[in-house]
C-alpha cells in the first residue's frame, strides 16, 4: 500500500516549485521509511528543475540532500532499526552486479545508477527526492548520520560533503599537499572544510575577495581573487592539486598553468557549456585534467563519520519550504553561505 505524503515539486521545466502530493511505495522487506526532518538545495537541483543539463522528468519532486529519522523498517532490514539518524544522497539504487558496483562504485555503476530523483527506478516509476515529508529507501543505499552531526548541517553532506571528499581522498590530500578550491560556495567551503581536516594547505580561489574572512575562518591559509589577473602570475606552477567546485566555464589553460608538474585539475562542477582546452597545457607539465562524480555508499559512510570525528558540519541558512524558489534566484546570485536547507516540517 502506498503513501501519500506533501512534497514541492516543478510541474514543468523553468515553473516555480509549488505544494502538492506524491506516493510513495509501500515499504518492502530491504526498505527503510525516513521522516524527513532536512533538505538541503543544491546547486544541481536548478540545474535539472531547468533543464540545464537536458531533458527531464515532470513533474519532478528535487532534493538529493536528505537528513531524517527512520520510522518504519521492512522484514529484512539490518542495518537501521526506528528512530535511527540516516540520510540519502544522490542515488537510490544501482544494478549491484557490475565491477563498479561490487568496488564499492556504486555512482559510477556502468548500468547507470538510479538518481534519487528524476530517474526511473527499477519498477519502472519516476524516483521523487527530499523536498517531501517522507521517502522509501533500500537500506543499502542509506547510510547512517552519526552522533556529533545534527540532522540540519548533516544534509548538505549527503552531496556536497561526499562530492569534495571523494577527490580529495582518491588523490591522496593530506600534510605536505598544496590544495586549491576553485569557489566558495556549497561545494567550495565543504572542499576547503575537509582538505585542511585532511591536513593540507589550503588555499581559495574566488572571483573577489569579500568572502575571505569566512574562507580563513573554514580552514584556508590563503585566498585570492581570480578577477586579477596578477593572481595567476603570483601563483603559476603552485598546486598539487586544484578542486573546482563551479558551475560555470572557467578558461582552463590559465587554471592549469597553476599546476605543478604532475599536478591534477578536478571538476565536480557541472557547467551548462562546453569548454575549451590546448592540450598543450597538459603536455607541458605532465599535467591531469580529471572529473570525479559523488562517492559509493561505503565512501559516503566514511566521509560522514569523518565530518563527525573531526567536528564538521556544513554552513547553512535554514529556510521554510515556501521559501524555495526565493532560494533557487538567491543560489543563481551566489547569495547564500553556504547552503540553503529546507526545514521540511513546513512542507
Known amino acids: 500500500?502506498?503513501?501519500?505524503?506533501?512534497?514541492?515539486?516543478?510541474?514543468?521545466?523553468?515553473?516555480?516549485?509549488?505544494?502538492?502530493?506524491?506516493?510513495?511505495?509501500?515499504?518492502?522487506?530491504?526498505?527503510?521509511?525516513?521522516?524527513?526532518?532536512?533538505?538541503?538545495?543544491?546547486?544541481?537541483?536548478?540545474h535539472q528543475a531547468r533543464e540545464g543539463w537536458g531533458e527531464a522528468i515532470f513533474p519532478m519532486v528535487p532534493g538529493h540532500e536528505i537528513a531524517g529519522v527512520v520510522e518504519a523498517v521492512g522484514s529484512g532490514v539490518t542495518k537501521f532499526t526506528v528512530g535511527d539518524n540516516v540520510g540519502v544522497g544522490c542515488m537510490v539504487d544501482s544494478c549491484r552486479a557490475c565491477e563498479n558496483c561490487e568496488a564499492g562504485l556504486e555512482q559510477y555503476c556502468l548500468k547507470g545508477n538510479v538518481g534519487t530523483y528524476n530517474a526511473i527506478g527499477k519498477d519502472g516509476e519516476p524516483t521523487y527526492g527530499g523536498y517531501a515529508e517522507k521517502i522509501v529507501v533500500d537500506e543499502a543505499f542509506t547510510v547512517r548520520v552519526p552522533d556529533g552531526i545534527s540532522l540540519d548541517e548533516a544534509a548538505p553532506l549527503l552531496c556536497a560533503g561526499i562530492t569534495?571528499?571523494?577527490?580529495?581522498?582518491?588523490?591522496?590530500?593530506?600534510?605536505?599537499?598544496?590544495?586549491?578550491?576553485?569557489?566558495?560556495?556549497?561545494?567550495?567551503?565543504?572542499?576547503?572544510k575537509l582538505a585542511a581536516a585532511l591536513g593540507a594547505e589550503v588555499t581559495v580561489l574566488s572571483q573577489s575577495l569579500r568572502k575571505k574572512d569566512d574562507g580563513l575562518r573554514l580552514g584556508a591559509s590563503h585566498y585570492y581573487a581570480t578577477s586579477d589577473e596578477a593572481t595567476f602570475e603570483e601563483l603559476r606552477g603552485s598546486f598539487d592539486l586544484i578542486l573546482s567546485t563551479v558551475s560555470a566555464p572557467l578558461n582552463l589553460d590559465l587554471y592549469l598553468s597553476l599546476l605543478k608538474t604532475d599536478g591534477t585539475?578536478?571538476?565536480?562542477?557541472?557547467?551548462?557549456?562546453?569548454?575549451?582546452?590546448?592540450?598543450?597545457s597538459l603536455i607541458a607539465g605532465?599535467?591531469?585534467?580529471?572529473g570525479s562524480g559523488?562517492?559509493?555508499?561505503?565512501?559516503?559512510?566514511?566521509?560522514?563519520?569523518?565530518?563527525?570525528a573531526h567536528g564538521l558540519g556544513a554552513e547553512i541558512e535554514l529556510i521554510r519550504a515556501d521559501q524555495i524558489n526565493e532560494a533557487y534566484e538567491r543560489v543563481l546570485a551566489s547569495d547564500v553561505r553556504y547552503r540553503f536547507v529546507i526545514d521540511t516540517a513546513t512542507i
Open 164 to 192: 569534495t571528499y571523494s577527490p580529495l581522498r582518491h588523490w591522496n590530500v593530506g600534510p605536505g599537499r598544496k590544495v586549491a578550491v576553485v569557489g566558495l560556495g556549497g561545494l567550495g567551503h565543504m572542499g576547503v
Open 294 to 308: 559523488i562517492g559509493g555508499i561505503r565512501e559516503t559512510q566514511e566521509m560522514l563519520d569523518f565530518c563527525a
Open 265 to 280: 585539475f578536478v571538476n565536480v562542477g557541472g557547467p551548462e557549456e562546453p569548454v575549451a582546452l590546448n592540450l598543450f
Open 1 to 46: 500500500m502506498t503513501t501519500t505524503v506533501a512534497a514541492y515539486a516543478a510541474p514543468a521545466a523553468k515553473a516555480p516549485l509549488e505544494r502538492t502530493t506524491i506516493e510513495r511505495r509501500e515499504v518492502g522487506e530491504f526498505d527503510v521509511l525516513i521522516d524527513i526532518k532536512y533538505a538541503g538545495i543544491c546547486h544541481s537541483d536548478i
Open 286 to 290: 605532465r599535467k591531469t585534467l580529471a
